[in-house]
C-alpha cells in the first residue's frame, strides 16, 4: 500500500510503500510518547525503506536519543520537521530494509486494525488510560511477533 504522509505545516511530504500498513502497535516508551505521543504513546507502521520519497528534506530534522540514560545515542533516528516538530518516522540501520512512519503524520486513509497492541508498558505514564479490550493485547515490554508476524497471522500482509 502506498502511503503518503506529511508534518502539520506541509515543509515536509513523504511517500513510501508499506506491506503491513495497520495501525495496531501502540508504543509506550519514553522516546516515542515523548516525541510523537498524545494519549501516552504513538502508533508505528512498517514500510520499505528503499521506497521513501521525501520533499523538503532539508527541513527533516534527526533525533538520536540516549537509551536508558547511557551517554552513547540509540542507533536508531526519529525524523521530524524542523519547522513544526512534527513526527514523521523512525529509521533503524539494525534494519535497514524498513523503516516505520509515524501514524500521525500518514495522510493515506489507514485501514482499521483487528486487534491492538500495547507495548513498553512498562514505562506508560500513570495518566494514560489502557483499555482492557478483548481485541488487544498488552506487554510490559517488546511484543511476542514482529510487525511482519503481526500481519501475517491474521492475513494481512499488502
Known amino acids: 500500500m502506498l502511503l503518503e504522509g506529511s508534518c502539520h505545516c506541509k515543509s515536509v511530504r513523504f511517500r513510501v510503500e508499506s506491506p503491513s500498513p495497520y495501525p495496531y502497535l501502540l508504543c509506550y516508551c519514553s522516546i516515542c510518547r515523548k516525541t510523537a505521543g498524545s494519549g501516552g504513546y504513538a502508533i508505528n507502521l512498517g514500510a520499505l525503506s528503499e521506497t521513501l520519497e521525501v520533499e523538503g528534506q532539508e527541513h527533516v530534522s534527526v533525533y538520536r536519543a540516549r537509551i536508558n540514560d547511557e551517554h552513547d545515542p540509540s542507533p536508531a533516528e526519529w525524523h521530524s520537521c524542523g519547522v513544526c516538530a512534527s513526527a514523521l518516522w523512525v529509521f533503524n540501520p539494525r ?52 510487525l511482519e508476524e503481526w500481519h501475517h497471522r491474521h492475513g494481512l500482509l499488502s
Request: hydrophobic residues 35%.
Open 95 to 146: 534494519w535497514p530494509e524498513l523503516v516505520h512512519p509515524f501514524a500521525s503524520g500518514v495522510d493515506t486513509p489507514l485501514p482499521k486494525p483487528p486487534e491492538k497492541v500495547r507495548m513498553m508498558l512498562n514505562y506508560a505514564p500513570p495518566w494514560s488510560e489502557i483499555p482492557e479490550d478483548a481485541d488487544e493485547r498488552h506487554f510490559p515490554e517488546f511484543p511476542d511477533e514482529s
